[in-house]
C-alpha cells in the first residue's frame, strides 16, 4: 500500500497516546514479528506484513482491506492469511481493543 507520510502522521496523531505507546513497545513489535515468523513470512513480507497492520491499527485501512492486502502481498494462501488473522486478533488486537474500553471518554481524547 501506498500511502504517504502526512496522512500516516495524520492518523497517528489521532490515536490516543496510552495507545500509542503500547503500538511502539518493543513487546508489540516482537509480538508481531513472531506471528509472522510462525507463518514462514521472508523478511520483506514481515516488513509488509507490519506496516499492514499499522494502517489497520490507525484506521486507515478497514478489516476487509487488511484481509485483502495481506492475501495479495504474502507469500499465504487464503486459508494461510485468515490463521494470520485470527492469531493477530487474538495476541495484538483483542488487547488494544480491551485497553481502549478501559479508558475514559476523557482520558481517549486527551492526545
Do not use: C, W
Not at 66 to 90: F, H, Q, R, T, W
Amino acid at each position: 500500500m501506498d500511502t504517504s507520510n502526512n496522512i500516516i502522521e495524520e492518523y497517528y496523531a489521532k490515536v490516543p497516546k496510552q495507545f500509542r505507546a503500547l503500538i511502539e513497545s518493543k513487546d508489540f513489535e516482537e509480538d508481531l514479528l513472531k506471528i509472522g515468523r510462525s507463518h514462514g513470512l521472508h523478511i520483506d513480507e514481515l516488513d509488509i506484513l507490519m506496516a499492514e497492520v499499522k494502517f489497520f491499527i490507525l484506521g486507515i485501512n478497514s478489516p476487509d482491506t487488511l484481509k485483502e492486502n495481506l492475501k495479495s502481498d504474502l507469500s499465504l494462501d487464503s486459508a494461510g492469511v485468515d490463521v494470520l488473522i485470527n492469531e493477530l486478533n487474538a495476541t495484538l488486537f483483542v488487547p488494544l481493543r480491551e485497553l481502549l474500553r478501559g479508558m475514559t471518554d476523557h482520558e481517549a481524547q486527551q492526545q
